[in-house]
């Protein structure tokens, strides 16, 4: 099942299949180490959703929602 990051719920893990959006903001996640095949798990989310805390490639990141809604995400079926 493909989801967006930005729906994730906290415990949540699944593997990056795609980045959208273009220019300056596509690269930027790119270079976070935001690329296709990798594994994501949400560790925290802000109450309001905005802040969300990840764990990509062995190091802690913090994504805005509206970066993380471009990153389309393949979740295992529970």
């Known amino acids: ?3 967006k ?5 906290i415990g949540e893990t699944g593997r990056v299949i795609k980045v959208e959006g273009e220019g ?5 996640l790119f270079d976070m180490g935001i690329t296709p095949g990798a594994e ?3 560790r925290k989310k802000a109450p309001l959703g905005d802040p969300l805390e990840v764990s990509i ?5 913090t994504l805005r929602k509206d970066e993380a809604v471009l990153v389309v995400m ?3 079926d529970k």
Do not use: T
């Open 5 to 9: 990051l930005s729906a994730f719920e």
């Open 1 to 3: 099942m493909q989801k």
């Open 24 to 28: 300056r903001v596509r690269r930027r």
């Open 57 to 61: 490639r062995g190091y802690e990141l």
């Open 40 to 42: 994501i798990f949400l």
């Open 74 to 76: 393949e979740v295992e």
